[in-house]
């Protein structure tokens, strides 16, 4: 009342100091009859935030008295004024061992609940027999808790699991709800610290089986029903325990299977408590050795999540069917259309979640409907997801591009839409498969020549293929007899090509990778392509001289120097370049060498 009294802070600091000085009196007159008091203050000022240490032995003193009232204060100091890191909890262990053994439950409950709570390494060797000698005690409230204490030994000494795997599987026959749930829960701790007690739980796989289907097929019960279900809680850790147990044990998974269905097609999964559920029972189907139309069944359930308004179980949905992909990729493909429409939600967690699930359905079968949709949804996704966006789609592109013509449309769009996000090393990758398709070279130059010609100067990355396939193919571009079937008809002559290559040299905003390009590569190719541009080509290669950037200067020097030397040097320093191997893409790609085509000729 008089914390609660205090109007400002230095009021209740000054009334802290005054009741602090004031038990450490107490505890320097040691009046037991008002130690417990002191204690539970010590708590309060505790929970405010205020320095308690010097009442700690205060709570060990309580733990060693006899009556029940001031354990129960001891053991809950112990827990709120002291961690495993306290050398103090060592002064605690034998204390806590003789409370074990207490004729009376509720004493042997509180040594349990500290256990489980400040439990360190040393401490579970010392009481790790008590505690699993108290897994087979009469009463339940007790058996309860040495299940839960078992837990935290557990994680501090796994080497401790033997003792405790015979106590845990007496448990799993339990008529109470409480002790079976943390039965189950030992179980699983067992599972996770020793492989070999999974082979001993397996033997029960029957009992957890029947377990469930009495709380599917249970009437109503208000002790354990939450939303129309019975008990849920516990059907979610034995759907979890079912899953380890079942993995890669086909006879487990057989003697499973059928309450599995049963959990699937039974369960509502209009509350919250259904649908955790149903998220446990598709885990475990997708978990164990189950049959096809079982993993159809849990997928559906799925894509029933996938249409629900909650984000939290539509997300829970995508990442469960990302793992799905893998065990069964057709079950998946049938929700399509549903994880499309989850990449252009408003929730930045969906729409990641949605296109890596998008990433792992492509095959050759959808890639042209699927690409196209990621196609469309890079020209309005964030900005913090098109760089990926834009290097997953060329790689799959070229992963499962049916043909080389699609492959080419499909990228020339890519960089259309992604613009200077898509990574240099993908268009080296583009040019590849230029230089290795000659049939389709001049299609590849006309598609990025029509592409070009209106966007170069907003999409730098655009400009840089183009240039280097026209000025590398620019005669093959420019003729007629190369045409493919269907291609939409342009006609470019050699004087739209150079005037496309100069307008990209003498634009000041052109960066400079774009301009390298142009210089080394292109306008060269072109005079030696174009014999009637070379008044053109010279021109505008002898303004590059003149730029402030060193290598471009350089250069532009160097070719205006070949050009005075006449045909006799320029045509075999300047003929095409040979066809590139098609190893892949190359992570030491840079464009301040030579742009996305790789680096000039050698002069």
């Given amino acids: 009342k008089s914390v609660r009294a205090c109007k400002t802070s230095a009021e209740e600091r000054a ?31 505790h929970m405010l935030g205020y320095p308690t240490h010097f009442g700690q032995m205060e709570c060990v003193k309580l733990i060693a008295a006899t009556g029940f009232p001031e354990k129960r204060i001891g053991y809950l100091g112990l827990m709120i004024l002291l961690d495993e890191r306290q050398e103090v909890t060592m002064l605690v262990t034998n204390s806590i061992k003789n409370d074990l053994a207490h004729r009376n439950h509720f004493i042997a409950g509180l040594a349990l609940c500290a256990l489980g709570n400040i439990c360190t390494a040393e401490m579970a060797r010392d009481v790790a027999p008590e505690v699993s000698a108290l897994l087979g005690s009469k009463n339940s409230y007790v058996r309860k808790k040495a299940a839960l204490c ?46 070999a007690a999974v082979t001993v739980f397996r033997t029960h796989v029957n009992t957890l089986v029947r377990i469930l289907k009495s709380l599917i097929h249970s009437g109503y019960s208000a002790e354990h029903d939450v939303n129309g279900h019975a008990d849920p809680f516990l059907q979610v850790k034995l759907l979890r325990l079912l899953k380890v147990l079942g993995a890669g044990d086909a006879e487990a998974s057989d003697a499973m299977s059928d309450v599995l269905a049963n959990v ?64 069964d990729t057709q079950a998946v493909q049938r929700h399509r259309a549903t994880i499309v429409e989850c990449v252009k939600d408003s929730d930045v967690t969906i729409r990641r979640s949605a296109l890596q699930l998008v990433y792992n359905l492509v095959n050759e079968n959808n890639i042209t409907t699927l690409a196209k949709e ?21 790689r ?60 170069w100067r907003t999409h730098y990355q655009v400009a840089a293929v183009a240039a280097w396939v026209l000025g590398e193919y620019g005669d ?24 496309l290559l100069q307008s990209m040299l003498a634009d000041v905003h052109s960066p400079a990778p774009v301009k390298q ?59 095409r370049m040979p066809p590139f191997e098609l190893k892949g893409m190359d992570p030491g790609f840079n464009t301040e060498r030579g742009g996305v085509g790789g680096g000039g000729h050698a002069v």
């Fill in 517 to 575: 390009v142009a210089v080394t590569n292109e306008l060269d190719e072109a005079q030696c392509a174009f014999p009637e541009e070379v008044g053109a080509v010279q021109s505008a290669v002898s303004t590059v001289g003149a730029s402030l950037n060193l290598e471009l200067q350089q250069r532009a020097s160097e070719f205006i120097k070949i050009f005075e030397r006449g045909p006799g040097l320029s045509a075999p320093l300047l003929e």
């Fill in 476 to 499: 093959v571009v420019v003729a007629r007899g190369n045409r493919v079937v269907n291609e939409a008809e342009l006609v470019v002559s050699p004087r739209d090509v150079v005037s």
């Fill in 374 to 394: 990621l196609l469309d949804y890079l020209s309005v996704a964030d900005p913090e997801f098109k760089h990926d966006l834009t290097r997953r789609i060329a």
């Fill in 264 to 327: 699937a097609s039974n369960t509502d999964g209009s509350k919250n408590a259904g649908n955790a559920i149903l998220y446990e029972a598709v885990g475990a189907i997708i978990g164990v050795e189950s049959v096809g139309g079982l993993r159809v069944l849990a997928v559906n359930i799925l894509g029933r999540f996938l249409a629900n308004k909650d984000n939290n179980i539509r997300y829970v949905a995508l990442n469960t069917l990302a793992k799905v992909v893998a065990v």
């Fill in 150 to 195: 078992s837990v935290r030994i557990l994680k501090k000494v796994p080497e401790l699991s033997q003792q405790f795997v015979e106590g845990a599987c007496n448990l799993l026959a339990d008529r109470h709800h409480g002790v079976l749930l943390c039965a189950v829960t030992l179980a699983l701790q067992l599972c996770a610290a020793d492989e």
């Fill in 396 to 455: 799959l592109v070229a992963r499962f591009a049916p043909d080389r013509r699609w492959h080419i449309d499909t990228f020339v769009e890519l960089l259309l839409k992604g613009g200077g996000y898509v990574a240099d090393e993908e268009g080296r990758a583009f040019i590849q498969l230029v230089t290795a398709t000659p049939d389709l070279q001049g299609y590849a130059g006309r598609a990025l020549y029509r592409t070009a010609s209106d966007t």
């Fill in 15 to 45: 009334l802290i100091a005054k009741e602090s000085a004031a038990i450490r009196g107490s505890l320097k007159d040691s009046d037991a009859s008002y130690r417990h008091r002191n204690v539970a203050k010590l708590m309060f000022m």
